[in-house]
């Protein structure tokens, strides 16, 4: 079982729709980072959170350090938008990091 | 323009080669990455630099053979692969802990 968990592995969505992608963790972590990766592998960092909840345009991530979850909202999603959104944690102290398998996102016209 | 930059962005290699990936950022952090992305697998912390000393090994095989010679440039050094190691090697960048900035990647092919 990897320590960073995600759900659904596979979304496909209609433009417009409402989409959440969860992250569960079974460690304890200094930050949550949340990630994009589009075809041909460029990676583009959304998020960093270590409480709360952040917002960016039509992206939200939230964090629940006692539940150990996090989630990543899109609003109002677009074609543009299908993509890997992979989770990741990070620990106190070191540059050590773990990934989740991401979320293949797909939003249909 | 990316702030992080990859040479080459493909290459094929036989198993008796030797080859180096070169990693270069221009956004003046002190921290920098190598990670393995295999199909199907999540992304693997390989090294990491932070002021050009290496601060994490995550038990990869010697065949691999990280080198910082300084805060901006980062490389790796490939001898005697498997084709197991076929795969995309992503470097990145970042200002302490956090955010990261990723390089396009080298998709690595080991025949």
């Known amino acids: 079982k990897n320590e960073v968990e995600q759900s659904p592995q596979n979304l496909t969505a209609q433009e417009g729709e409402f989409i959440t992608i969860n992250c569960s963790y079974s460690?304890?972590?200094?930050?949550l980072h949340w990630l994009q990766q589009h075809p041909g592998g460029g990676i583009v960092s959304l998020f960093m959170?270590?409480?709360g909840k952040k917002k960016h345009g039509r992206l939200i991530a939230t964090i629940n350090i006692q539940e150990k979850h996090s989630s990543l909202h899109i609003t109002a999603s677009h074609p543009r938008d299908s993509a890997v959104y992979i989770c990741a944690v990070g620990f106190s102290g070191t540059y050590k990091y773990i990934f989740g398998t991401g979320t293949r996102l797909k939003v249909l016209a | 323009e990316t702030g992080v930059t990859q040479t080459p962005r493909h290459l094929v290699m036989g198993m008796t080669n030797k080859k180096s990936l070169k990693c270069e950022q221009h956004?003046?952090?002190?921290?920098m990455y190598w990670y393995k992305q295999s199909a199907k697998k999540p992304l693997e912390l390989m090294f990491v630099y932070n002021f050009k000393e290496q601060t994490e090994n995550n038990s990869v095989p010697s065949r691999f053979s990280p080198e910082c010679p300084n805060s901006s440039h980062l490389f790796l050094h490939l001898h005697t692969l498997q084709p197991e190691d076929s795969a995309l090697y992503l470097c990145?960048?970042?200002?302490?802990?956090?955010?990261?900035?990723f390089g396009p990647g080298t998709r690595l092919t080991v025949l």
């Open positions: 460690v304890g972590i200094s930050a």
């Open positions: 959170l270590s409480s």
């Open positions: 990145a960048s970042s200002h302490s802990r956090n955010e990261q900035f």
């Open positions: 956004l003046g952090h002190n921290a």
